[in-house]
């Protein structure tokens, strides 16, 4: 099995800063993609970022500019780095990652528990 735990959520004013960690563990082969999702109250979930085995990277447009998202390969874990934060990306903010736990086979698709990002003055 495969376990995703995210850690750094919390509060901030609008215009400051979080850095959201989340640590995969268990029988992971290979990584193809981590994504960092968000889910708001009375909204549907939605990709924030998102960072591909290579290293390549997508943003929601409402994030571009201001979250960036990076793997440490060796701990195994993906950051998601947000500046300039504003009341509108309060959400629960949750890590998935698509995971082959042998070579062979397809991979599984995992989630972690959320994180809860309230940016409030």
């Known amino acids: 099995q495969v376990q995703l735990v995210e850690s750094g959520g919390g509060l901030v004013q609008p215009g400051g800063s979080l850095r959201l960690s989340c640590v995969a563990s268990?029988?992971?082969?290979?990584?193809?993609?981590v994504g960092w999702y968000r889910q708001a109250p009375g909204k549907e979930r939605e990709l924030a970022a998102r960072i591909i085995r290579g290293g390549s990277t997508d943003y929601a447009a409402s994030v571009k500019g201001r979250f960036t998202i990076s793997r440490d390969y060796a701990k195994n874990t993906v950051y998601l780095q947000m500046n300039s934060l504003k009341p509108e990306d309060t959400a629960v903010y949750y890590c998935n990652a698509r995971v082959w736990t042998t070579s062979r086979g397809s991979p599984n698709d995992y989630w972690g528990q959320g994180t809860q990002v309230t940016v409030s003055s």
């Open positions: 268990g029988s992971i082969f290979n990584i193809d993609v």
